[in-house]
């Protein structure tokens, strides 16, 4: 078991292919290489907003947001407090997020094995790109040998960067994101007593999950067997596990060689679950 607190976690201003300051906390990290490699963080937008044109990727993404409204496609947006699905192969954007806009945010390697570039690995793309061309309303944009101009997405090209090879997408399985308001779900008792669960929905043929997990206080949460990994963040309360006491924005990384692992509440609390592909 992995845990990272936002007050420890590790900082950073990502996007450099984008316009804008977006400042995250990089709470948990998976394994480069592997399919379901990821990243879980929490970002703020910064002064004067942030933008990225219509894009995809080859890799899936689940947003959560906690604070504010984040307009993710020309006319459409997640009101706070709404979870997103972005599958991999499927187009979003143009985004113009407004400063203050406060998102959980796990970026990972989708049901077609692609996989996911890690914060470090884009970024020293970026760098190296920055060399011979420039970025510029997320477009990158460089002169060949012949003087020749070539725009290419920001995203596409930094992933070039680092692997050596254009991305390639699988066949989008789904037409669209997937918007999903937690409010309108009911909230179902579990085995544990005085603990809840929300599952908000299930994506793919490998399983990918979320929802919500409700503890009262003094009750205690038995997280007994997972085929996958299986990511918690902490979006109120405050619980004990293994003796020591974590509060908001805290987050847990449970893989299927954990066990069992207790989550005794302190008051009440509310945890935020996302379950990554099993492969």
Known sequence: MKISEKATAESGIVGTMREGV???????????????????????????GWTAPRHRHNFDQIRYVLRGNYPYAKGRSMPEGWVGYF????????????????????????????????????????IELAK???????????????????????????FEKAMGRKPTYSR??????????????????????????????????RNTGVGFIRLE??????????????????????????????GPHSAFELTPEDGCVRFAAREETEVFRIKLPKF
């Open 22 to 48: 977006l400042a995250q906390k990089f709470l948990l990290t998976g394994k480069n290489g592997s399919p379901n490699n990821y990243l879980l963080n929490v970002g703020r937008t910064g002064a004067g």
């Open 87 to 126: 599958p991999e192969s499927v187009h979003y954007g143009p985004q113009d997020r407004p400063e203050g806009l406060e998102m959980v945010v796990c970026q990972f390697g989708g049901a077609s094995g692609h996989g996911f570039l890690s914060v470090e690995e884009r970024e020293a793309a970026n």
């Open 132 to 158: 011979i061309g420039e970025f510029k309303n997320g477009i990158f944009t460089y002169y060949d040998e012949s003087g020749k101009r070539h725009n290419q997405d920001g995203s596409e090209a930094c």
């Open 172 to 205: 989008p399985r789904y037409d669209d994101l997937i918007m999903m308001n937690p409010s309108n779900y009911e909230w179902i008792s579990t085995e544990d007593t005085g603990v809840f669960r929300k599952d908000l929905g299930s994506f793919t043929e």
């Open 217 to 246: 206080a003094d009750a205690t949460y038995h997280d007994r067997s997972r085929d996958s990994i299986e990511l918690l963040f902490i979006s109120q309360g405050r619980v004990e596990v293994g003796g020591q006491e974590y």
